[in-house]
């Protein structure tokens, strides 16, 4: 089996993704961020996903974005809970995929490894510029050239992106598909103190509005 990087959150998305590369089969490296974001609920939640789906390995990387603030992600800002709306919100953290993507390009070729996957969406999503189908095509563009494996010619990278061009009901039907489970996965943005999603941010809509329109229950307990 190939080995491939696979971003993980904790969320519906990123949980889905894993198990995908897992169907396509490859030997998942799960790779997560410990990021200076305002709960560690989705790390739990990353670590559970991983175990569930058979991650060969699953590494969580330190690194404090607090320290340059910039989004209501990792600075004492209120999340917005009025609904999604136009143009990027403040939960919006600058280049974080650009971040993560460069870190999973690090480790792919430390293992030898030319496939990496990541659960972005440009369909249900909050607008995040680091979401768009473009962005992955020139990251990938970029990978190729910066690698010794890669200028060297020992391998292509490619990133994977299965769910782009998804809306949230399709990820939903996926992910019941490939057996994931849900109740194991964390989307909110601001939980309270014992883990209960918020069911007002924009996180929480869009996997509200996915399982209602995929006519599932959603199997968390929800704040409101």
């Known amino acids: 089996m190939k080995p491939a990087v696979c971003l993980l959150s904790g969320g519906l998305d990123s949980a889905t993704c894993l198990a995908y590369a897992r169907r396509e089969g490859f030997d998942c490296y799960a790779l997560s961020f410990d990021y200076g974001q305002r709960h560690r609920i989705e790390l739990e939640a990353a670590a559970r996903v991983a175990a569930s789906v058979g991650a060969v390995k699953h590494l ?34 600058p280049a974080r995929n650009t971040i993560f993507l460069a870190l999973a390009l690090a480790w792919a070729e430390v293992l030898n490894c030319s496939d990496i996957f990541i659960g972005v969406n440009a369909i249900d999503y909050s607008g995040y510029p680091d979401c768009r189908p473009e962005f992955i095509d020139a990251f990938e563009q970029m990978a190729n ?80």
């Open 60 to 93: 969580v990387v330190p690194i404090d974005l607090r320290r340059f603030g910039g989004s209501a992600l990792t600075s004492d800002v209120d999340v917005p809970k009025a609904g999604v709306g136009e143009g990027i919100p403040v939960t919006y953290v």
């Open 145 to 224: 050239l910066a690698t010794k494996a890669g200028v060297e010619g020992r391998t292509r990278i490619q990133i994977h992106t299965p769910l782009i061009k998804l809306s949230k009901r399709e990820i939903v039907e996926l992910g019941g598909e490939l057996g994931v489970n849900f109740g194991l996965t964390h989307s909110c943005y601001d939980p309270d103190e014992h883990g209960r999603p918020c069911g007002l941010c924009d996180s929480c809509r869009l996997r509200l509005k996915g399982f209602t329109d995929a006519e599932l229950p959603d199997p968390l307990e929800y704040q409101q």
